[in-house]
T-cell receptor
Framework: GQQLNQSPQSMFIQEGEDVSMNCTSSSIFNTWLWYKQDPGEGPVLLIA?????ELTSNGRLTAQFGITRKDSFLNISASIPSDVGIYFCAGRDTGGFKTIFGAGTRLFVKA | ETGVTQTPRHLVMGMTNKKSLKCEQHLGHNAMYWYKQSAKKPLELMFV???????ENNSVPSRFSPECPNSSHLFLHLHTLQPEDSALYLCASSQTVQETQYFGPGTRLLVL
């Protein structure tokens, strides 16, 4: 079945550093989504990408929909302690009916 | 606040108990979902409802029984669960099954 490979699994960084994480798949997706999950809460949508090559920002977050439609990355600039959490990528297939989630990247930020 | 609420937020139950999880969305969406989230595993889709009709059941054991009385409410009835069913159960909704899903805060379930 379709799978998303999300990396890295976890990251330990210093406050102020930039962060990059990505998702890859052997399948083509029509939509890429990035969610953040705070401890004890549900995932919250950060950025949605709908077109190959699209680059979208949301504050200090920037995400891109890969040209091949098989990958996406998320960058966080100048990290702060509240960036701690699990970041999930998700891809929606070409039929639009299935959303596949990555296993998540756990981000730890040291003040 | 995403517009999707779940109750209870935490639940501890014995293996012989019967309990229900409730989800309500205030977004006017037509599709609702139940997911299971276990430690260090990807989100597992359990059930999908579209306009109150169940459209997907991903081989979920019968001890989990969903109910969708209307487009705004979704329940997950639990009966004779096993300890390995302990997890965070997340509800989500979307305008249609082809659009972006918005999640509730989850119910943290512990089965003893």
């Amino acid at each position: 079945g379709q799978q998303l490979n999300q990396s890295p699994q976890s990251m330990f960084i210093q406050e102020g550093e930039d962060v990059s994480m990505n998702c890859t798949s052997s399948s083509i997706f029509n939509t890429w989504l990035w969610y953040k999950q705070d401890p004890g809460e549900g995932p919250v949508l950060l950025i949605a990408l709908y077109k190959a090559g699209e680059l979208t920002s949301n504050g200090r977050l920037t995400a891109q929909f890969g040209i091949t439609r098989k990958d996406s990355f998320l960058n966080i600039s100048a990290s702060i302690p509240s960036d701690v959490g699990i970041y999930f990528c998700a891809g929606r297939d070409t039929g639009g009916f299935k959303t596949i989630f990555g296993a998540g990247t756990r981000l730890f930020v040291k003040a | 606040e995403t517009g999707v609420t779940q109750t209870p937020r935490h639940l501890v139950m014995g293996m012989t108990n019967k309990k229900s999880l409730k989800c309500e969305q205030h977004l006017g969406h037509n599709a609702m979902y139940w997911y299971k989230q276990s430690a260090k595993k990807p989100l597992e889709l359990m059930f999908v409802y579209n306009f109150k009709e169940q459209t997907e059941n991903n081989s979920v054991p019968s001890r989990f029984s969903p109910e969708c009385p209307n487009s705004s409410h979704l329940f997950l009835h639990l009966h004779t669960l096993q300890p390995e069913d302990s997890a965070l159960y997340l509800c989500a909704s979307s305008q249609t099954v082809q659009e972006t899903q918005y999640f509730g805060p989850g119910t943290r379930l512990l089965v003893l």
